[in-house]
């Protein structure tokens, strides 16, 4: 089928594995669509379903995509709207077998293709191969893989592969294609070079399909969710919609969101997403590189839509990002609670137990951290408890058995603080395998990029870009180049940074990024004044441990951006916070008590009053019931 309608409409139905488990029928019913897409892997899932493939051969894909598709595949293929997921994660072949069963079933006659070349694991340790094989560190080129740690050993290595085989598989009729370890925003690049026939050196076009693809990969959060302007739109903050991207022939889009569907699509929410991961000014791709810096998002007048436009697009590097993964071994925790007085004091205690107990372990890693803090004359027991997370790690599964482990932990409970309760789900006390991630390059002419269509016995060879472009490793960063006096401002309060101003954090391997964002031109000149490096490290904290802090601008967003490198504790794979994709890095020093304007104070407290809302604590309280019942169901916290 060819395209028949100007522009491409493009619905993401998952931001993630184990995202709404309805999100994709209910996207297909919802209104006119050209595409459906979704993103269905981490940095972490891909590396249990290598594990899970390894166990069981027809096994390694995500088995929710599949069971979605069964809801409404019949009505796909009425209403003629191509898919394109990454749900094969690392058995793409065996999803696509299985869709071709379901087609068969259902008596549909769909053309199912599949996208093969991101399984890199061949190419480690192969010095035949085409290319620079010593698998640097993406961050850290002095560090390579075979210098990583000596007790693990790779279990995969899973390539960032482009978007040209899902083009490819579309020009020849696919009416499914199934990928696995592409790009976040491949689906949407392949889609709409397919629908508009841009070619390789299309690069402002491909920049522009990139940027809405990475809008709308993390599903909801381009409809108000992960958005710290989410107090002024709480009455439609339920049950959320999947975005769509409507892509024009020059690469800009229109980000909006099915009618019939709850949240918010606009100027903020969408500046925060674009934010989202970032990893500098330049977005890089396997099939172009965006200059985040000449982006604009605006609001239009047709509610919950906004047009996102002036992306600028250079070749691609030579190389792509690849994850390499190991078994990292073994881990397992408790919780134990602290209220009363003297918190502090009883954490030490348990500290000095745990060290006692713990003095001969064979453990790789021991983390025993104290999170929240005392409440004075709390209102209720809850109110005033925190917790004692103990984080244990270990090579093998006997050093962190129950007898190393669970055994002497439980046993403490006679000894303890005065007031000692602890989780009593003994079940995190047990042992459950982890694995570590090593992020690499690997050259995309070193990779052999498919796309293949089983039905008809048809392979598609994917050549590498005929041109590249060499990118420095470590990102551009920068103060800002017309600081003003932030006395001339005038009379100023100490209040939290979060009152005037917005901020999305997130991860990439063991990296966070905090971007900041405000609302009005006369206050960004004062948030890139304010928000230097050194003002950054001191807002984290003692969270700051001398890493390197990377930071850029963006003026087109009114925007501070930050990369913290080394942040996360090795990644989400096996992190010992428990904000280990750094989620709420910007929520955080968004609390965190700066000098502001009074007259910028003034003028939210002001907007806030409008919706109905206040700044500050609500003591644990607030309107709705959140300690009351609805629906019968009592509900508390």
């Known amino acids: 089928m060819q395209p028949t309608r100007s522009n491409i409409r493009i619905g993401n139905v ?19 669509l050209d595409v459906i897409t979704g993103d269905w892997l981490s940095e972490m899932n891909i590396a249990w379903e290598s594990l899970n493939k390894r166990a069981d051969p027809s096994t390694g894909y995500d088995v929710g995509f599949l069971r979605q598709l069964g809801e409404c595949i019949d009505d796909i293929a009425a209403k003629k709207i191509k ?32 996208i093969e070349g991101d399984d890199v694991t061949h190419l480690l340790g192969n010095a035949s191969a085409k290319g620079d094989l010593s ?13 990583w740690n000596e007790q693990l050993k790779p279990s995969c290595a899973v390539a960032y592969i482009g978007a040209w085989g899902i083009t490819a598989a579309l020009r020849a009729g696919a009416d499914i294609v199934i990928c696995g370890r592409v790009t976040d925003a491949s689906p ?35 409809c108000g969710a992960n958005f710290s302007g989410f107090k002024k739109h709480l009455p439609e903050l339920v049950d959320l919609a999947f975005p769509i991207a409507e892509i024009l022939p020059n690469g800009s889009c229109y980000i909006t969101k099915p009618d019939n569907m709850n949240g918010i699509v606009n100027k903020l929410n969408i500046t925060a997403q674009l934010l989202y991961e970032l990893q500098g000014e330049m977005y890089l791709n396997s099939d172009v590189v965006a200059d985040i810096r000449t982006i604009s998002i ?37 919780t134990y609670y602290i209220n009363g007085l003297d918190v502090y004091e009883k954490a030490q205690m348990m500290r000095q137990q745990l060290l006692h107990i713990f003095r001969d372990a064979q453990f790789s890693k021991l983390s025993i951290e104290l999170y929240g803090s005392p409440a004075p004359n709390p209102r209720s027991q809850q109110a005033g408890t925190v917790m004692l997370r103990v984080f244990a790690q270990a090579r093998t599964k006997e050093a962190i058995d129950a007898l190393h ?5 439980y046993a403490l409970r006679m000894q303890s603080y005065p007031g000692y309760h602890m989780n009593l789900d003994f079940r995190t006390l047990d042992p459950k395998p982890f694995m570590e991630i090593f992020p690499s390059t690997v050259p995309l002419k070193a990779i052999r990029h498919v796309a293949r269509i089983p039905s008809k016995g048809e ?5 590498p870009p005929k041109q590249t472009r060499q990118y420095d490793v470590v990102r551009s960063s920068y103060e800002t180049h017309s600081p003003i006096d932030l006395a001339s401002l005038g009379e100023t309060k100490r209040e939290a940074l979060g009152l005037v101003v917005h901020a999305r954090s997130g991860d990439k391997a063991n990296n966070s990024n905090v971007g900041f964002f405000v609302e009005e031109d006369d206050e960004y000149p004062w948030l890139k004044s304010l928000l230097t490096i050194e003002k950054f490290k001191e807002l984290l904290g003692d969270d700051y441990a001398g890493q390197r802090v990377e930071r850029c601008e963006f003026p087109l967003l009114r925007a501070v951006h930050f990369r913290i490198l080394d942040y996360l504790d090795g990644g989400i794979a096996s992190s010992s916070r428990i904000d280990g994709l750094g989620k709420g890095v910007g929520e955080y020093l968004r609390s965190k008590h700066v000098d502001i304007p009074v007259q910028f104070l003034e003028r939210h407290a002001e907007s806030e009053q409008r919706n109905g809302h206040s700044n500050g604590s609500t003591n644990g309280h607030s309107k709705g ?13």
């Open 135 to 147: 698998f640097a560190h993406l961050d850290h080129p002095e560090q390579l893989v075979k210098d």
């Open 459 to 463: 392979v598609i060879e994917i050549a």
């Open 405 to 409: 482990f669970k055994v002497p932990v």
């Open 14 to 32: 998952s931001g993630a594995t184990g995202d709404a488990p309805h999100a994709f029928a209910r996207m297909v019913a919802s209104g006119p």
């Open 188 to 222: 949407v690049i392949g889609a709409a070079a397919w629908w508009y026939d841009w070619t390789e050196e299309s690069y402002d076009e491909l920049a522009g399909a990139l940027i809405a693809g990475h809008l709308i990969e993390c599903g909801p959060y381009a």
């Open 298 to 334: 605006e609001n239009t007048d047709t509610p919950n839509r906004v047009y996102v436009s002036g992306a600028k697009g250079t070749p691609p590097p030579p190389t792509t990002k690849v994850m390499i993964a190991a078994t990292g071994g073994y881990q397992a925790e408790t």
């Open 625 to 637: 019931g959140v300690n009351g019942h609805t629906n019968g169901v009592q509900i508390f916290g």
């Open 83 to 114: 898919v394109v997921t990454n749900a094969g994660a690392m058995n793409a072949p065996e999803l696509a077998r299985k869709v071709e069963e379901l087609c068969k079933e259902r008596g549909l006659d769909l053309v199912v293709a599949v």
